[in-house]
């Protein structure tokens, strides 16, 4: 099973999702990713999704489990890089990761983050 | 369903562990493109698998894929089927509700994989297994 | 023996006779192609089938074009049809390249030798299914060519304009079925990734009605572009289709609807940091 890093960028937590991602692997990540915001105090958490071909409605309930998680931890949580066949699959199937911030890149979701476009921030 | 006509031999898969439901969805994903399947079916499509897979590991206690490249006139297309030999689904129609979510908290996903695929028949009884097969064919 | 084909017979033929009925090939079929092929070309299509041809008479004992063993020959005369079809040639032209070869060595056979004849009947199946299965495989060949060029003309007709920096646009005329939703839907998303836009204006001006399927792909487009992180602005929105939305009760619900282009880009710019100012006579 691949453990995903998570590397810690001043007052958030990034977050590279590059493999092919298997029910283990994203449950470990939610664990993870829990006790570093907590050890860290990090308030903000950038999951990049760029290299996912594809999110199932179990990864889908991953990304708002770890939103939901965050948010009681006083972290704010923001998916970046959704490729346009996973978002038009996500809306045939019906799935709206109710929670979950998204922006196009990580340079966006930063600034989503650190306050500065916070209009711009789409929150579905 | 139509009556799709196969193209070689079959792949199968057996899914017993986490990582095979991820070896499934490769699997379809290099099926999708040798029948020439645009980005978005092609997404469609091993989405719809992945949640199948998942279902026959979590909910069937494990069992195998059956991914085949099918053909109906000019049309190219893949097929794929999974099978179990679990707890089989007990109320159909309520399964292939939306949101329909069993005890776990793990819903079914049966309708959302539906949804993205052309062709779908679930075939289950309590006590006998489950066997749900799709085709997406090329447009 | 009528109702096959000698392997050996065939293959003794084709070698003994190649540049006999090469030329007579030749020139029949490019009596029909009336010159849009050069001879050169065809010399070389026509010697690539008659080789085809020899080799399978020499593996097998009787030729049958819809055996396994037929697979390279079926593979020749598929390359043949479909490059007829892709470049216009009709039906008949196509089939005629494969019917000619009959006469062609008709033109070798000693006609008073009994066994001959009795192979060349045999070997007139086969011509036969092979042009009925030339003809077929032109057939979808084409059908195939017109939906990709039904497809490119459906990509053709939705561009997406970049109207700002971050600002894009899909202008959409005429009416949205499925297909062509669906095109929209991917061409501007993928746009959206392209140009790191964040804003897209969905103008409807040219949309002559709006109904519930309408207004779904519409609905699907911004809810896709939101996951993604981007938001839509839906323009163009005439008298009448406001009504038409109120008394179908289709919920836009906090997607931002303009009736202007011109507004929904200054709403654009704004959400995305720049701002509008008119100068005054002072200022320029």
Known sequence: MERIPVLKLKDLLLVSIQVDLEDQSAIQLQEDLAERIVDTGAHGVIIDITALEIVDSFIGRMLSSIASISKVLDARTVVVGMRPAVAITLVELGLSLPGVRTALDVERGIELLTGMGDEEGAAT | ?139 | MLNATSGRWLTDVLRAHEEQIVAAWVEKVSATLRGRLTTAELDRQVRELLATLSKLGAEVDEVDLSAPTAAELRGVLADLSRARARSGFSSTETAVSVFALKDAVLAVIDLNDGDAVRDYLGFSRLTDQMGLFTFETYAAAREELITDQAHQLLELSTPVVKLWEGVLAVPLVGTLDSARAQVVMEKLLQALVDTGSAYAIIDITGVPAVDTQVAQHVLKTVVAARLMGAECVISGIRPQIAQTIVALGIEFGDISTKASLADALVLAMRASGSDVVRRTAKDS
């Open chain 2, 1 to 139: 369903m139509s009556s799709p006509t196969p193209v070689g031999e079959p792949e199968v898969q057996t899914i017993r562990l986490d990582q095979d439901v991820v070896r499934v969805r490769q699997l379809v994903r290099t099926h999708a493109v040798a029948a020439r399947l645009s980005l978005v079916e092609q997404t469609k499509l091993v989405t719809a698998a992945s949640e199948l897979a998942r279902n026959t590991l979590v909910h069937g206690g494990g069992g195998r894929a059956e991914i085949q490249l099918v053909m109906n006139g000019p049309r190219r297309g893949v097929q794929a089927s999974f099978t179990d030999e679990g707890p089989g689904i007990a109320d159909l129609d309520l399964a292939l509700t939306d949101g329909y979510t069993t005890a776990g908290g793990l819903g079914l996903g049966l309708s959302g994989a539906r949804r993205l695929v052309d062709e779908f028949a679930l075939d289950s009884k309590p006590g006998t297994g489950t066997r749900v097969t799709v085709v997406k064919w090329a447009r």
